[in-house]
């Protein structure tokens, strides 16, 4: 049971270069989820969706973008990237925060930096 | 909005003491849960505990518990018998019943750094 899978573990990325982080679920879970983690800060949350074809942003969303075509995926698109979007991105899903489903389950995280 | 305070930075213990990470949170919701998550150098966070808050009785995973003061809004975690491979940053999180209201995910604290001595 591969659980969350998040890829790649590491990039690198020039100003203004757009990318996707990938996120892929094999729990069947409703409820998904992005985080970023900056240097002596906990992990803050940019979008989520509660089941495909929802999404819904989180506390820091600028930048960001995110679609949810099905129940495995919800890759995350940075269109333009910043150097104040390097940081460290955790992907983690639920089966069904609607249903309760307040224990996540995280991915093993994408260190992105921007040059 | 939920905020999570953890006032302890960096904390140094010796193997085998009991050592105590304190959590402390705002919030006008009456029902939610709580969470300690463990992320060592591998940077997997590992869910330590959980707790809820309509539950009196303090949450234990063998050596890892809590005490959890609704009214005061504290949530702190004491490690028994510390080993080495307790050694990892330790963050304190808040989640309410979902809404529909917007930014539903955990609210976590800044964290704090254990560094368990030999």
């Known amino acids: 049971n591969a659980g969350v899978t998040q890829t790649p573990k590491f990039q690198v990325l020039k100003t203004g270069q757009s990318m996707t982080l990938q996120c892929a679920q094999d729990?069947?879970?409703?409820?998904m989820s992005w985080y970023r983690q900056d240097p002596g800060m906990g992990l803050r949350l940019i979008h989520y969706?509660?089941?495909?074809?929802?999404?819904d942003q989180g506390e820091v969303p600028n930048g960001y973008n995110v679609s949810r075509s099905t129940t495995e995926d919800f890759p995350l698109r940075l269109l333009s990237a910043a150097p104040s979007q390097t940081s460290v991105y955790f992907c983690?899903?639920?089966?069904?925060?609607?249903?309760?489903?307040?224990?996540?389950?995280f991915g093993s995280g994408t260190q992105l930096s921007v040059l | 909005a939920q905020t999570v305070t953890q006032s302890q930075p960096e904390m140094s213990v010796q193997e085998a003491e009991t050592v105590t990470l304190s959590c402390t949170y705002d919030?006008?919701?009456?029902?939610?849960?709580l969470f300690w998550y463990k992320q060592p150098p591998s940077r997997q966070m590992i869910l330590v505990i959980r707790?809820?808050?309509?539950?009196?009785q303090n949450a234990t995973e063998n050596r890892f518990s809590v005490n959890f003061q609704k009214a005061a809004k504290s949530f702190s975690l004491k490690i028994s018998d510390s080993q080495l491979g307790d050694t990892a940053m330790y963050f304190c999180?808040?989640?309410?019943?979902?809404?529909?209201?917007?930014?539903?995910?955990?609210?976590f604290g800044k964290g704090t750094h254990l560094i368990i001595q030999p």
């Open positions: 983690a899903s639920s089966y069904s925060r609607i249903a309760g489903g307040e224990k996540l389950f």
């Open positions: 729990m069947n879970h409703e409820y």
């Open positions: 969706s509660v089941g495909a074809g929802i999404t």
């Open positions: 919030t006008s919701e009456n029902n939610y849960y």
């Open positions: 707790q809820e808050a309509y539950k009196q």
């Open positions: 999180a808040f989640m309410k019943p979902f809404s529909g209201g917007g930014a539903d995910g955990l609210t």
